[in-house]
């Protein structure tokens, strides 16, 4: 993780995949060893690679490190500008819960969909991730996106999603910017390398975020003073947001599993009916009376608010069915024109990812 994301902060070490001993002793070999250091300035700590430890990636893993640890790479030349380190902080953070939602990172073991060359190798099969830097690699049609705020773009069978990760607190946001980021995966995937697979739809976003206090402050953001903040401007028709933790991992993971997803749909509209598409107000059901119902599981943040939105100018009633962790945000959001049915997560993760 150190050797992708440049400089992996201390503070997510408690994520990877084994006890926090064995992380901790490990660290403390590598150190003792020569091969990782820890780097301490203007109260950001992250661990660093030893020239040993780069000379060794590179030497019996070329293939899979070399693009990460050589040339003028920010993950190669390291700087110490606290922005510089914050950026690289939120891609290993973004990194890991991709990773821990079983989704690929490494670019020896995905496909080179955004190589200079072209790519014409067939289909996702498999949810990939892809950094910005990478989808920069493809050269001068990307000199557009870069003054973008996106971390990278999640590839998996059905969908595109443009990722960005705000962290602890709303992020800087442009609409222009974002939106050059979105016509080009349109052009790039849908148009040109993947048009077989992916149709114009298929663009979405995905925003990571710290906790769901900070999903609130997106569903409620005027974009700031100068309006150079986030806000819900008609970007994505769909923005998921997930929390950097695992219940986020496993609802990413769910997203990749277009079959799992259909399943628990297919549970939640038992004693439901479909009623009239034509209806005005987002719905995925509705109950026998007529109340419109919606699945906020994924948290979508544009059709929480236009579902929203619609009861509001109606001044009905509608239901949300969401999971547990997730409820007390969307009640203070809606308020009580909506009524709500929890999904247990730790019961749906039981059955759905033992």
Known sequence: MTAISGEFPTSQLNRLPASPYYLESVVTDLKK??????YYRDKLR???????????????????????????TDTNRLKSEIGRRLRLHRLAETYVTMDN??????????????????????????????????????????????????????????????????????????????????????SVLCQQRLAGQYNADAVQGVVLG????????????????????????????????????????????????????????????????????SR???????????????FCYFFDLPRIARFNSALDLMDSSGTIICFDFQADVLRRYCGSRVRFQTIDFIKFERRFFP
């Not at 994505?236 to 496993?250: C, I, L, M, P």
Request: glycine share 8%.
């Open 101 to 186: 939602a079983g989704v690929g990172l490494f670019q020896d073991e995905k496909p080179k969909v955004f190589a200079p060359q072209g790519y014409s190798d067939g289909a996702v099969e498999y949810p990939s991730f892809y950094s910005s830097r990478e989808v920069k690699e493809m050269g001068v049609d990307t000199t557009q996106i870069r003054s973008s705020r996106f971390t990278g773009v999640l590839l998996t069978s059905s969908g595109i999603y443009v990722t960005y990760n705000s962290s602890a607190a709303l992020m800087k946001w442009r609409y222009k910017s974002e939106m050059r980021v979105k016509a080009l995966m349109w």
């Open 210 to 277: 710290e906790s769901m206090e900070l999903a609130y402050q997106m569903l409620t953001s005027t974009g700031g003073a100068k309006h150079d903040y986030f806000m819900l401007d008609g970007s994505y028709d769909h923005f998921f947001f997930f929390t950097n933790d695992h219940q986020g991992e496993v609802l990413l993971a769910l997203l990749c599993d277009c079959a799992k997803t259909a399943q628990l749909n297919d549970i939640l509209k038992q004693g439901l009916t479909t009623g009239a598409a």
């Open 33 to 38: 060893s020569g091969l990782l250091r820890t």
């Open 280 to 294: 005005a107000v987002e719905h995925d059901a509705f109950e026998a009376d007529g109340t419109p119902v919606l």
């Open 46 to 72: 992250g661990y660093r690679l030893g020239v040993r430890a780069k000379n060794r990636l590179l030497d019996n893993w070329p293939e899979r490190f070399a693009p990460n640890l050589t040339g003028d």
